[in-house]
């Protein structure tokens, strides 16, 4: 089992950025591909970003791209989100997630065995 308690969500203007913290505990971190979603009201879950478990490969949603960027750090057991230029339409639930997948990556939520409980990020124009 692993236990993932996302921090680091809150109210910002747009333009603006946060970094989201997501602590693991349980199994070996290392070996897990850890990704990021979002979930806003009345939508499906979306893919944000993921990164592999040495941090050499990740992978980022279109929307996403050039603005928010995925990292890690094993000997702490956490994944980062630092998301810059927030727009309006960043606003969700972002919840961190994890799967042993070797060194591969996941982009759809059915592969991924572990979620944490979500944290909002509210972005205001």
């Known amino acids: 089992q692993v236990q993932l308690v996302e921090s680091g969500g809150g109210s910002v203007q747009a333009g603006g950025s946060l970094r989201l913290s997501c602590a693991a505990s349980g199994r070996t971190f290392g070996y897990y591909c850890m990704g990021w979603f979002r979930q806003a009201p009345g939508k499906e879950r979306q893919f944000v970003a993921a990164?592999?478990?040495?941090?050499?490969?990740?992978s980022y949603a279109d929307s996403v791209k050039g603005r928010f960027t995925i990292s890690r750090d094993n000997a702490k057991s956490t994944v980062y989100l630092q998301m810059n230029s927030l727009e309006p339409e960043d606003t969700a639930v972002y919840y961190c997630?994890?799967?042993?997948?070797?060194?591969?990556?996941?982009?759809?939520?059915?592969?991924?065995?572990?979620w944490g409980q979500g944290t909002q990020v509210t972005v205001s124009s």
């Open positions: 997630a994890a799967v042993n997948l070797g060194d591969g990556l996941a982009r759809r939520s059915s592969e991924y065995d572990y």
């Open positions: 990164i592999n478990w040495s941090g050499g490969s990740t």
